[in-house]
């Protein structure tokens, strides 16, 4: 049952449990460089004072936020902000995304389900030719190279008349100009194919993650419409094809080594699409009827849009005119939505995440507040939640989002919709309505996937002023608080030379208790527990509202009983 056992000595305080989330604010771990930690050169006073204080006390010890304690295949995988929702909102470690498909594709049971040959085997056999699409890179937030490459071999195996392969570029999870090297190391892929089964596989179209198809939550439509109108149609918008930038080009390498010239500001996340083309200048790979579509990747949250572009049926869609529809069997890779049932085909099970944090706490009736900015609206609600959209008990709770800018104006105003937040979250804590107040501040991960050292300064600094805010509201209603990140980031805005680094990190993160009306009831200890990881939070939430954590749930960092 999700019923809950209260502690024999719990803390009784008269305000909310807040839970601060500054996404992507890591501390540095020693292998980086000194001088890119734009969240040391910030020098948050509010931040750091009250990191000071719980110190002292006893309430403050760091967390990991990366590999095996956020449940990824490797010890050395950064973390994300979707793996690290879902540890602190569930308190349990589990296999993610990631690790199910290397699974599948390893023991080869990805090739006998009924995803794969409902799609992939099906087109083939027919004649059809099996289109990929998805974040070309090793990053392992959203996909995986490796599992192209397994895929792309499975398909060869089916013989269908062509494979093509439609590459985001990324430079977000990865160095920011390094999309070339994957191009090269996709294309050697392909040519092997090609050479060992006689099946031609190529490069078919392609671009910025952040310009083409990788949207979110909704914030943009039109950079879905521009990836499936690359990916789909064989087409460029013509809005792109500006400074002698051509749009269509033989190769993928042709393509995007001329928009670097044309274009030597943009990084590759906003690199324009192109479509590759044959000598008489026709698309090679557009989807035609019998094709099948492979969306690659894994994690969800940048995968639902364009999915749903795929899956909805004429008349059904309205988000942008996609033209002549053709009749292919899309699938993703995983399950992205397993409430909406979005896809409605997925070649791997995904994650199933259960019993979280949200849920005993609603069975306990405890009522709960979340809110960020669209950027990381679903991170805190739907991520945090087990990957659930909706509310748990709408009755007594309730989700906010503020509507974020657009994605090119986080540069320059790094501040975001910080102000907005933190208004609406000053009011929560104030209400006296809630027991439990969760906010994502969104800040230091999208200014710091950026790469700009001097934004991401700026952008501590204000979210600084706004936390000075927040733990007054904490003080005066008598709550306590947790401040925390999901993983790092702007801890880390430049490599070892010095160049900018747009990627999350390997840091570990802070985890300190702000308790004005702490009396040394319990403190911070970590003694054996051998990682203590994010996923702790969970169990420290239940602790000081009063409540014991349930036995499967990774151990408390707080001495509560
Ligand atoms: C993104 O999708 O923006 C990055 O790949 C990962 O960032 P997030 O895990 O912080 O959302
Ligand atoms: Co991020």
């Given at each position: 049952s999700l019923s809950l056992s209260p502690l024999a000595n719990p803390i009784k305080r008269d305000g909310p449990v807040v839970l601060c989330i500054l996404d992507g604010y890591g501390i540095q771990s020693?292998?980086?460089?000194?001088?890119?930690d734009a969240i040391v050169a910030a020098n948050p006073e509010t931040i750091n004072g009250m990191i000071a204080e719980a110190k002292e006390r006893g309430l403050y010890t760091e967390l990991a936020a990366h590999g095996h304690s956020?449940?990824?295949?490797?010890?050395?995988d950064m973390g994300n902000s979707e793996v690290g929702h879902n540890a602190m909102g569930a308190g349990q470690v589990v296999a993610q995304g990631a690790k199910l498909v290397n699974v599948a594709l390893e023991d080869g049971s990805m090739f006998s389900a009924n995803g794969w040959t409902s799609t992939v085997k099906a087109a083939a056999a027919k004649k059809g030719r099996v289109h990929f699409f998805g974040l070309l890179s090793?990053?392992?937030?959203?996909?995986h190279i490796d599992q192209l490459e397994g895929m792309v071999k499975g398909a060869a195996r089916e013989s269908p008349s062509a494979i093509f392969v439609h590459p985001l570029i990324d430079?977000?999870?990865?160095?920011?100009?390094?999309?070339l090297i994957y191009i090269a190391k996709l294309e050697a892929i392909l040519k092997a194919v090609t050479e060992e089964t006689g099946v031609p596989a190529m490069i078919a179209s392609g671009g910025g993650r952040m310009h083409c198809v990788?949207?979110?939550?909704?914030?943009?439509?039109s950079i879905v419409e521009r990836g499936y109108n690359h990916i789909v149609h064989g087409k460029v918008d013509?809005?792109?094809?500006?400074?002698?930038?051509?749009?269509?080009?033989?190769?993928a390498e042709e393509a995007i080594t001329h928009a670097r010239e044309l274009?030597?500001?943009?990084q590759d996340q906003f690199n324009p699409p192109f479509v590759c083309v044959d000598?008489?200048?026709?698309?090679?790979?557009p989807v035609r009827d019998g094709d099948a579509v492979v969306n690659?990747?894994?994690?969800g949250d940048r995968a639902v849009q364009i999915t749903k572009a795929f899956e909805a049926?004429?008349?059904?869609?309205?988000?942008?005119d996609r033209g002549v529809i053709p009749a292919c069997l899309y699938a993703g890779i995983?399950?992205?939505d397993s409430e909406a049932g979005i896809?409605?085909?997925?070649l791997c099970p995904p994650p199933s995440i259960t019993r979280v944090l949200s849920e005993y706490l609603c069975a306990a009736e405890k009522k709960c507040y979340a809110i960020a900015e669209t950027h990381k609206y679903g991170h805190v609600t739907y991520f945090f939640n087990?990957?659930?959209?909706?509310?748990?008990?709408e009755e007594i709770e309730s989700y906010n989002q503020i509507v974020s800018e657009p994605n090119e104006m986080i540069e320059g105003?790094?501040?975001?919709?910080a102000e907005e937040v933190t208004v609406d979250l000053v009011a929560a804590i104030e209400s006296?309505?809630?027991?439990f107040v969760r906010v994502n501040y969104a800040n230091p991960d999208m200014v710091g996937h950026t790469g700009n050292f001097d934004s991401e300064v700026r952008c501590v600094k204000f979210l600084d002023q706004c936390m000075k805010r927040v733990l007054a509201a904490v003080e005066k209603m008598g709550g306590v608080l947790m401040l925390t990140a999901d993983h790092g980031n702007?801890?880390?805005?430049?490599?070892k030379k010095g160049k900018p680094k747009t990627s999350h990190t390997t840091g570990a993160v802070p985890f300190a208790i702000f308790d004005p009306?702490?009396?040394?009831?319990?403190k911070v200890d970590t003694t054996g527990i051998e990682t203590p990881g994010i996923a702790s939070i969970a169990s420290v939430t239940m602790n000081l509202l009063g409540y014991k954590q349930p036995e499967f749930y990774e151990p408390s960092v707080v001495t509560l009983e």
């Open positions: 020693p292998k980086a460089n000194p001088e890119g956020v449940g990824l295949p490797d010890a050395d090793d990053g392992n937030i959203h996909s430079g977000r999870d990865v160095p920011p100009t390094s999309g990788m949207d979110r939550y909704g914030s943009n439509w013509e809005a792109e094809l500006v400074s002698g930038y051509k749009g269509y080009y033989t190769s274009f030597p500001e943009k000598a008489d200048n026709k698309p090679l790979g690659f990747n894994f994690r049926p004429e008349g059904a869609f309205d988000h942008f995983l399950e992205y896809p409605k085909t997925y087990g990957n659930r959209s909706g509310y748990i008990n105003h790094p501040e975001m919709m006296g309505k809630w027991d702007g801890e880390e805005m430049m490599d009306k702490y009396q040394n009831e319990y």
